[in-house]
């Protein structure tokens, strides 16, 4: 009977101990979590501060958390548009990205940024914006809604380009939409319909490049289109900035 009474006891022992240490690794992943989102809250801190010194802003910009372009990448988007000095960008989705590089158009003295836009809210949204920071003719936000579009490899929904002026070449181009939600490789379209339409050296930049969605989207372009040089940018969700070498 001790003999079993004892064994008992271990084996809670040996339980507890193991608990213990669940709880002890639980602990550390925690802290270590708490590090890395300190960190990159940091990081956010320190873009943000460098867009509102770039662009001498006088008044807020929108959230840039959530769904919207994180400062990281909006201060990649600033530093290439007052260095390249585009004449014109294009960019897929409208919000915080259309005021910095329509400020960044302002700051050049010439240049025009052409936003497509499914949602008629965000669009009226952003053009709110745009005129609160006297930014109006800087930035143009194109009603584009999502279309059906059949293109090698299968169908999808995708930004209509009836308003996109025609036979003008683009210079920098800025992926952040559709959304994910609209179906799987969203922003797959934008290669085969917009690409053909850039100028020698254009750069593309796509964010949320760390998805699952956007690698696979970016190896197709890679096998499609590869005269495109690609290189990343350390953004929180991921920058892949594309050259059009051509």
Same mark, same amino acid.
């Given at each position: 009977?001790?003999?079993?009474?004892?064994?008992?006891?271990?084996?809670?022992?040996?339980?507890?101990?193991?608990?213990?240490?669940?709880?002890?690794?639980?602990?550390?992943?925690?802290?270590?979590?708490?590090?890395?989102?300190?960190?990159?809250?940091?990081?956010? /801190?320190?873009? &943000?501060?460098?867009?509102? @010194?770039?662009?001498? +802003?006088?008044?807020?910009? #929108? =959230?840039?958390?959530?769904? *919207?372009?994180?400062?990281?990448?909006?201060?990649?988007?600033?530093?290439?548009?007052r260095a390249a000095r585009p004449q014109t960008v294009v960019e897929c989705s409208s919000g915080a990205s259309t005021l910095v590089l329509?400020?960044?158009?302002?700051?050049?003295?010439?240049?025009?940024?052409?936003?497509?836009?499914?949602?008629?809210?965000?669009?009226?949204?952003?053009?709110?914006?745009?005129?609160?920071?006297?930014?109006?003719?800087?930035?143009?936000?194109?009603?584009?809604?999502?279309?059906?579009?059949?293109?090698?490899?299968?169908?999808?929904?995708?930004?209509? /380009?009836?308003? &996109?002026?025609?036979?003008? @070449?683009?210079?920098? +181009?800025?992926?952040?939409? #559709? =959304?994910?939600?609209?179906? *799987?490789?969203?922003?797959?379209?934008?290669?085969?319909?917009?690409?053909?339409?850039?100028?020698?050296?254009?750069?593309?930049?796509?964010?949320?490049?760390?998805?699952?969605?956007?690698?696979?989207?970016l190896q197709h372009w890679r096998q499609e289109f590869p005269a495109l040089q690609q290189s990343d940018r350390a953004c929180e969700k991921?920058?892949?900035?594309?050259?059009?070498?051509?």
């Amino acid at each position: 009977m001790p003999v079993i009474i004892n064994t008992v006891i271990l084996l809670l022992l040996l339980y507890s101990l193991h608990k213990l240490r669940k709880a002890h690794l639980l602990l550390f992943d925690m802290r270590d979590q708490s590090r890395q989102d300190n960190v990159s809250l940091f990081r956010q /801190l320190e873009a &943000l501060q460098g867009l509102y @010194a770039e662009l001498d +802003l006088k008044t807020s910009l #929108p =959230p840039t958390r959530g769904w *919207a372009a994180s400062p990281d990448f909006l201060l990649e988007l600033v530093r290439h548009a007052r260095a390249a000095r585009p004449q014109t960008v294009v960019e897929c989705s409208s919000g915080a990205s259309t005021l910095v590089l329509a400020r960044c158009m302002q700051l050049n003295g010439s240049g025009k940024v052409l936003s497509l836009e499914h949602d008629p809210h965000y669009a009226e949204q952003t053009r709110m914006q745009l005129k609160h920071h006297g930014l109006q003719q800087w930035a143009e936000v194109l009603d584009a809604p999502l279309l059906p579009q059949q293109l090698t490899g299968g169908d999808w929904s995708w930004y209509s /380009l009836g308003h &996109l002026p025609p036979a003008q @070449a683009i210079d920098m +181009l800025v992926i952040d939409g #559709p =959304p994910q939600a609209t179906g *799987a490789l969203a922003r797959y379209p934008a290669g085969p319909l917009l690409f053909p339409l850039l100028a020698a050296q254009a750069h593309i930049f796509l964010d949320d490049a760390a998805r699952s969605d956007e690698l696979a989207i970016l190896q197709h372009w890679r096998q499609e289109f590869p005269a495109l040089q690609q290189s990343d940018r350390a953004c929180e969700k991921g920058c892949a900035v594309l050259v059009n070498a051509l």
